[in-house]
């Protein structure tokens, strides 16, 4: 599988002009830089925003600002249609009829018409430079300065203001307005305060500038850019590795976290991360459908129980505030509701335990029902609902994965197909090898399907943080004496899958 663009879904501001004064090998050496960048990164799936007007020129016919090479670069490098817009076009459009040629207005309209570019119109009654600024960096994640005055110091600026970032280049291009110095000056403060410009790598990006210089450049056009691309891709990913993690996914047992570490594509010898109680979590960001990243972290109690379960769960919430929590794993099914390796997905969770003893000794039970929550309750109806595509998923999931059911087996019914189903759980301390103390539980309540023994304790936990929480679990047994011990780890590797594919597939994260 090759790796995903370092920059994909990013637009780039690259602010800046040259003053007429200039040599024109730095002008020819600054627009040779910026179609080279402009390839580069596009290359690693990141667009540009621009500004386009005019395009003043020196006494060599040389342009003295970067938005027209930008454009006309992107339309060179995608000469046909785009699946998704790589420029967002800023314009004032009386401006565009009257201070653009032909030529320049037929590039924008075709660019336009081919889905290359998104065109943006700003009224000519309130247009000034700090409202093209503010609309560029409406549109801007990451920018680049290059020469310039005023106007790339406050669009620096309005992006640091955002935590976004912005690398300075050292090319000596004055400005085009001859109002300040615009880069040089970001540059100079960049030296002193890197992480007022790289909020979260700015002290190791301080150490490269070197050997990103323009001005006496040690590496081609092409190789500072590929630099610069990387630069920015380590400061987004340094970013969001700092977010709380979108999804919590945890596990119980060592052969739920091999389970759950093969579906989420994390290597047997990945190096953990540990939190600040001591905990081991590994991350693993997740596609979704709509092409967004959800980023998940992969635990695991290392006990069985739900007193570990309150307390380990209590810790990661504190230690990494989620957005939301999901368990995967294994359960014991009824015999005569479910089959080996079904998985099933927590619809309440009945905690069996609670009791009163009364006058004379007799017990009452007294357990405790938890529903899941309406947004999570959504989802699942959701995912469930469109059972074609699901199957088509999980089927080539447990394909991939090399899970393989034996179709007959001593222990029970095993599962003949790949969907999951809703099932009311059971939880408590008791490890069940009785099948009528099983189906005594439905005396609580009636839609008992699952016993397990962490469910109770999560559920409590995730309450008390006001996380959303879901369970995942496949049947390894049947709460009896026959076992196959070889569905322990198939009931947790599909368990897993189906977790995998409802992150991707299934749940809404919030903004």
């Not at 810790?315 to 794993?329: E, H, K, Q, T």
């Not at 357990?367 to 989802?379: A, G, H, K, S």
């Not at 005594?440 to 469910?455: C, D, N």
């Amino acid at each position: 599988m090759s790796n995903p663009p370092l920059l994909a879904s990013s637009h780039i501001l690259l602010a800046g002009s040259i003053s007429n004064a200039t040599e024109n090998n730095l002008v020819s050496r600054a627009h040779e830089f910026v179609a080279a960048f402009v390839e580069e990164s596009l290359k690693e799936g990141a667009g540009f925003v621009v500004y386009v007007s005019s395009e003043p020129i020196n006494d060599a016919g040389l342009p003295m600002v970067f938005d027209w090479t930008v454009t006309k670069a992107i339309d060179r490098l995608i000469p046909g249609d785009a699946d998704k817009p790589r420029l967002k076009i800023i314009a004032s459009e009386e401006r565009l009829s009257t201070k653009c040629n032909a030529e320049q207005r037929r590039l924008v309209a075709t660019l336009t018409a081919r889905g290359v570019a998104e065109l943006e119109y700003l009224e000519e009654e309130v247009l000034t430079g700090g409202n093209v600024g503010d609309e560029q960096v409406e549109h801007a994640n990451m920018m680049v300065a290059l020469g310039g005055g005023k106007g790339v110091s406050d669009r620096a600026r309005k992006m640091t203001k955002r935590l976004l970032p912005v690398l300075p280049l050292d090319l000596q291009l004055g400005a085009n307005s001859e109002d300040g110095s615009g880069a040089l000056s970001l540059l100079k403060d960049f030296k002193t305060n890197p992480l007022t410009y790289m909020p979260n790598s700015g002290n190791r990006v301080v150490k490269l500038l070197p050997a990103l210089s323009l001005q006496e450049p040690v590496m081609s056009m092409a190789d500072i850019s590929k630099r610069i691309a990387k630069i920015f891709y380590e400061e987004e990913k340094a970013r969001i590795d700092a977010l709380p993690p979108d999804v919590l996914v945890l596990t119980a047992l060592d052969v739920e976290l091999a389970a759950a570490k093969r579906a989420f594509g994390i290597a047997e010898d990945a190096e953990h991360a540990t939190t600040k109680n001591g905990l081991h979590v590994y991350k693993a960001p997740v596609t979704q459908r709509n092409g967004k990243t959800a980023s998940c972290v992969v635990a695991c109690f290392a006990t069985a129980g739900n007193v570990d379960a309150a307390v380990v769960t209590s810790m990661l919430l504190g230690d990494l505030n989620p957005a939301n929590v999901i368990m995967l794993g294994i359960a014991a099914g009824m015999r005569d509701k479910c089959a080996l390796g079904e998985v099933v997905l927590a619809e309440r969770i009945v905690a069996y335990e609670g009791e009163a003893v009364l006058e004379g000794g007799k017990v009452e039970a007294r357990p405790e029902i938890t529903r899941l929550n309406f947004r999570v309750r959504q989802d699942v109806s959701d995912y469930l609902s469109n059972r074609t595509s699901l199957e088509t998923r999980l089927t080539r999931s447990y394909t991939s994965l090399g899970l393989d059911f034996p179709e007959d087996v001593d222990a029970g019914p095993v599962a003949k197909s790949v969907m999951p189903k809703q099932a009311t759980v059971a939880s408590g301390e008791k490890l069940l090898r009785d099948p009528d103390v099983f189906k005594a539980m439905r005396e609580l309540h009636g839609k008992v399907e699952v016993a397990e023994m962490e469910a109770a304790g999560l559920f409590a936990a995730c309450n008390h943080f006001g996380k959303p929480v879901l369970m995942v679990r496949g049947i390894s047994d049947f709460g009896d004496s026959k076992k196959d011990n070889r569905f322990h780890l198939l009931a947790a590797m599909a368990a897993a899958a189906v977790t995998a594919d409802y992150i991707a597939n299934g749940m809404t994260l919030q903004n």
